[in-house]
DNA sequence: CTGTTAGCGCTTTCAG
DNA sequence: CTGAAAGCGCTAACAG
């Protein structure tokens, strides 16, 4: 930066406020100064920026179950718009453990973040979220809806949940059984609203030993299905709360000899990026992925540039896609 | 750390190095160091150590295709051994494109990252590799190979692919059709060269009227695939070369009604976590996607730590799942 | 074994 | 409209 100012002939703070607009700068000063910063390649360091106070044009991404389709595409989506608002992505797994989550988000606002996106895991409230008020870190939540006062970002997840169990019910099915998420979820706990609503709707009795709990997991959700189908009277269609589950509960199905939609009916909550390759293919609610990451970005970026305006949340409508593993 | 070093009575370099382990210590100075640094919680700052010119604790992981599920594993294993070493991620696409690729780079390494992992686009030599050598920044390459004195790390791509071929001519196939990756990756190259040694291996000529380009994509896979079936004397098997590509080609065999196995057969290189419940379940070479990014990361670490060890090329081994769309 | 001190490259008062 | 200069928090000669 000394190079530009001298070859530019001004000093370095001129050189610093045209290049961050900061301050009026006379027009052929600012010429000159451009033409300098052309002359030597100039490119500002990051690192220095940070250390003298400003912003570090860098946002953090503290999402759990990175591998999780349905957070994969997020996490593209939020790349995507962050390196086209010429942000750098941080990117940490926080487990959905409050502990290991409260560390990411400390080692992210410690690297000067400039914002962070997170998708709270159950407990964040007292940790990881008082952390970031109280550091007052820009932040906006993802997926998963808290009652604080700070940005939010995710689906609507109640009335699609009923939709799915109306459409089951219209086709005949009085017993549908629902697997459920991690518990302390706000998905999980809307989605499960939602099944009792649908049910209520078609008249049909909330039978709690319908409910399963697959804690939003693979391996949890299969073992669920087996109780529920081990049971007396047991169900003959399925809803899964997530991706991950729907998977587990189509393993459960094949182990014991259930054929999708002939022996049991099933519909989810998430898509699949390639789902109609599945067999069955399934009929699901699909979040809008890629406006989630984008919408978290954009979010986020307005409330770095105005600390003070009021929170926003933001409830994107999923599609309802009709496939065949509903038996219609 | 000045209050540190005052809690506990002595200088600021004191401090910094029982933090940094990088000179001895009197063991009691050591404690009371602790002590204070206990006491008044302090934490170092990662930005101004970097100013300082001292290591960031950070890696930078510049890679394609964010959302293509190989990479997404690869993904997840990086974040997993990075954090597991206390350094943090910093993720960015170069979408394949030489000129981003660079770019990208540049952001990377003026963030100070402390070293980067990159799936190098093809192009990559001229341009980022040839920025990162002459600021000699640690790099290894990730799943694609070039000739160059850097660490790499990928799967063996020949004697798999010639495998896959083996295995459908022994099923009687003799006119197996390739549908190759993007042009200018090893993978690519290594792959193709693979699937000629396979049909040489069994007698059967090497047809270039059996091979399509897909360019490692979904879409152009598909029309691709349209392509060499409408073409007289078509394939009546096929192999994919990565699994976007398979994608494509399963919805391609789809639009013609043609069924797998019974109308054509398929082969596919890279596995889906899910794909056994595909329709049909793929039969596959499926890369060890966690060794391949754990792996990386220790390489990394390593040419940080010595600059001057001999550059490492490490070919794991991919695991053939057998499964039913190849016809058996 | 420990401390003094000069930066790292930038932002931002304060003064002109 | 422009500059001088004081840091931001840490590391690493250099000196003792």
């Given at each position: 930066m000394a190079d530009v100012a001298r070859a530019a002939g001004v000093s370095t703070t001129t050189v610093s406020h045209v290049l961050n607009g900061t301050r009026r700068v006379n027009e052929k000063t600012v010429a000159r100064v451009h033409a300098a910063i052309e002359r030597t390649g100039y490119r500002p360091n990051t690192i220095a920026r940070a250390l003298a106070g400003a912003r570090t044009q860098s946002v953090g991404l503290a999402i759990s179950g990175i591998s999780n389709p349905y957070f994969m595409d997020v996490i593209a989506a939020v790349e995507a718009e962050t390196s086209a608002n010429g942000h750098t992505l941080l990117l940490g797994d926080t487990h959905d453990e409050p502990q290991k989550e409260l560390q990411m988000v400390q080692e992210l606002v410690r690297r000067r973040v400039d914002g962070l996106l997170l998708a709270p895991s159950p407990g964040a409230e007292a940790n990881a979220l008082r952390y970031l008020s109280t550091h007052s870190v820009p932040v906006v939540l993802l997926d998963r809806f808290l009652p604080v006062e700070v940005d939010q970002v995710g689906t609507e997840n109640e009335e699609p949940t009923a939709q799915l169990v109306s459409h089951l019910a219209e086709h005949g099915h009085r017993r549908i059984g629902f697997i459920a998420g991690l518990n302390g979820l706000s998905t999980t706990e809307e989605r499960l609203s939602g099944y009792r609503i649908g049910l209520q709707r078609n008249g049909l009795p909330v039978d709690e030993a319908l409910i399963a709990y697959g804690a939003s997991q693979h391996e949890p959700a299969r073992t669920a299905v087996h109780r529920l189908l081990n049971a007396e009277n047991p169900p003959s269609a399925l809803i899964a709360a997530n991706n991950?589950?729907?998977?587990?509960?189509?393993?459960?199905?094949?182990?014991?000899?259930?054929?999708?939609?002939?022996?049991?009916?099933?519909?989810?909550?998430?898509?699949?990026?390639?789902?109609?390759?599945?067999?069955?293919?399934?009929?699901?609610?699909?979040?809008?992925?890629?406006?989630?990451?984008?919408?978290?970005?954009?979010?986020?970026?307005?409330?770095?540039?105005?600390?003070?305006?009021?929170?926003?949340?933001?409830?994107?409508?999923?599609?309802?896609?009709?496939?065949?593993?509903?038996g219609c």
């Open positions: 991950s589950m729907t998977i587990g509960v189509l393993h459960a199905l094949r182990e014991i000899g259930a054929r999708v939609p002939r022996d049991i009916a099933l519909a989810a909550f998430d898509d699949f990026e390639w789902s109609d390759l599945f067999h069955p293919r399934l009929t699901v609610i699909a979040q809008p992925t890629n406006k989630i990451g984008a919408e978290a970005v954009r979010l986020l970026l307005a409330r770095i540039d105005d600390p003070n305006r009021p929170p926003h949340c933001v409830r994107l409508e999923p599609r309802f896609v009709h496939r065949e593993s509903c």
